[in-house]
């Protein structure tokens, strides 16, 4: 299948800083991407919708100012979580696919912890 | 609202054995049908994806779908401790101009030797 890349896989940050997150498509142009959160042993949870040169589409209940995404490129998108604080801990995954409708391929996944 | 329902389990099988997971979705117009597999503490893994009606094989995976009743599923072959794992089925569609794939909350799989 296809590679998706993200980074950082782990990062620790103090409360009130900023912490970005690169998803990266290695092979293949990603017309899509999205993030989600995903807390320990709960379901995936999609945050936003990520279309290469136009703005993200947030789910309900999700701050976009607090989540910051940008798709600047086809094969680059990036989460910046601002001025995190402890509630944001979780594990933050994207994903990302060429096409509509076609199967979607997901990064490793990046586990923040903000203490 | 699009709603993808997964029995979350878990369901245990002998290694060897067949293991069967099953998936409803409720949106009619959905299109393009998927599983993942997720160990514990890693992201999700494509493991095969589906968009006709019938029976798609790779390997010890096979994918059913049925449109009709609204309904796919995955058999695994021969488990393995190795498959292991929860196993999310996501269903996607045009929904307001996108497709947007909307995931079940998954079903826990335990292979026991």
């Known amino acids: 299948g296809a590679v998706v890349s993200q980074h950082p896989s782990w990062v620790i940050c103090k409360s009130g800083t900023s912490v970005k997150i690169e998803c990266r498509s290695l092979?293949?142009?990603?017309?899509?991407m999205f993030w989600y959160r995903q807390f320990p042993k709960q379901s995936l949870m999609l945050m936003a919708t990520?279309?290469?040169?136009?703005?993200?589409?947030?789910e309900q209940g999700v701050e976009k100012d607090k989540f910051l995404i940008n798709h600047a490129s086809l094969t680059l998108s990036t989460l910046t979580v601002t001025s995190a604080h402890p509630e944001d801990s979780s594990f933050y995954i994207c994903?990302?696919?060429?096409?509509?409708?076609?199967?979607?391929?997901f990064g490793q996944g990046t586990r923040l912890t903000v203490v | 609202q699009k709603e993808v329902e997964q029995n979350s389990g878990p369901l245990s099988v002998p290694e060897g054995a067949i293991a069967s997971l099953n998936c409803t979705y409720s949106?009619?117009?959905?299109?393009?049908f998927f599983w993942y597999r997720q160990y514990s503490g890693k992201s999700p893994e494509l493991i095969m994806f589906?968009?006709?009606?019938g029976d798609k094989e790779d390997g010890r995976f096979t994918a059913q779908l049925n449109k009709a009743s609204q309904y796919v599923s995955l058999l695994i072959r021969d488990s393995q401790p190795s498959d292991s794992a929860t196993y999310l089925c996501?269903?996607?569609?045009?929904?307001?101009?996108?497709?947007?794939?909307?995931f079940g909350r998954g079903t826990s799989l335990i292979v026991h030797p």
């Open positions: 994903s990302a696919r060429e096409q509509l409708n076609t199967e979607a391929f």
């Open positions: 092979d293949f142009q990603a017309t899509t």
């Open positions: 990520s279309n290469e040169g136009s703005k993200a589409t947030y």
């Open positions: 949106d009619r117009g959905s299109q393009s």
């Open positions: 589906i968009y006709s009606n």
């Open positions: 996501a269903v996607s569609g045009l929904s307001g101009g996108s497709y947007i794939p909307t």
